[in-house]
């Protein structure tokens, strides 16, 4: 069984097709999807995902999901982001892990100062709870390891998603004890993390298609969706030097024990 860690299957271009998202997802292997929100609205539409389909059959996919506010919606994150990070977790046992936040230093669509508030929101509120972090990070690498290192300082765990591979930002994870997640970006001619996908342990990282974004090699350019992770796996599979099995196997141990499921 295949777990999708982080897919936005709350955004508009899933709104016609769900049910067939899904169960083209079951029938790639893929047996759990992590849905990830972008900010606190996004979050009570993620948890409908399950409130409103019911306990799914036995053969689909189980969905979990997170609560938390995405740097680039950070200006507009409420005073009392904490209080609601810590209803949404509360009150929900799917909710299982905090973000996606972060910190977003290409577009810059918030303050570069409010981007970090608002991650160490997101940091206290999982000191706080024990829930996961879910985290972006894009060409904030140095302030990135800072925060980590504090969080994890207080025993915060946390995945860096969508990881491109910068060695000294995957060393400060390791050591810290967070996890890394790769998506077709590994499957790219433009991917430059090839070291990184081999040198991280076994039971160290995961895999995502971040869907709709960043369909994989051969399929590019279309909506990515769940489904479309057995192509992650294989590749990261060929860098490993493993087999697809125990590529599969290790990441879905890890995302089970990353995530509580």
Not at 5 to 22: G, I, N, Y
Not at 73 to 90: D, T
Not at 149 to 159: H, I, L, P, T
Request: proline share 7%; with cysteine.
């Amino acid at each position: 069984m295949l777990i999708d860690t982080h897919c936005h299957l709350t955004h508009e271009e899933f709104r016609e097709d769900l049910p067939d998202v899904l169960d083209r997802a079951r029938r790639a292997g893929v047996g759990a999807i992590i849905a990830v929100a972008s900010d606190l609205d996004d979050a009570r539409v993620v948890r409908k995902l399950w409130t409103g389909r019911g306990d799914p059959e036995p053969e689909e996919p189980v969905i979990w999901g997170t609560a938390g506010v995405h740097p680039h919606e950070a200006a507009a994150a409420p005073s009392g982001l904490r209080e609601a990070l810590i209803q949404a977790v509360e009150s929900d046992s799917r909710v299982v892990a905090l973000g996606e936040c972060g910190l977003d230093y290409h577009y810059d669509l918030s303050p570069r100062g409010v981007q970090r508030r608002v991650l160490d929101a997101h940091i206290e509120t999982a000191h706080e709870t024990g829930h996961p972090l879910v985290v972006h990070c894009r060409e904030a690498e140095e302030d990135m390891k800072v925060a980590l290192r504090e969080a994890a300082g207080v025993g915060v765990r946390g995945v860096l998603h969508c990881f491109p591979g910068d060695p000294d930002l995957l060393d400060a994870a390791l050591e810290g004890g967070w996890l890394v997640s790769f998506t077709g970006i590994v499957t790219f001619a433009s991917f430059r993390g090839a070291e990184a996908v081999r040198r991280v342990p076994g039971d160290r990282y995961m895999l995502e298609t971040d869907g709709p974004y960043m369909a994989p090699v051969p399929l590019r350019g279309r909506r990515n969706e769940p489904a479309l992770v057995p192509h992650i796996r294989d590749r990261v599979a060929e860098l490993r030097g493993e087999s697809g099995p125990a590529v599969e196997r290790d990441t879905t141990d890890t995302a089970r024990c990353f995530f509580g499921l």
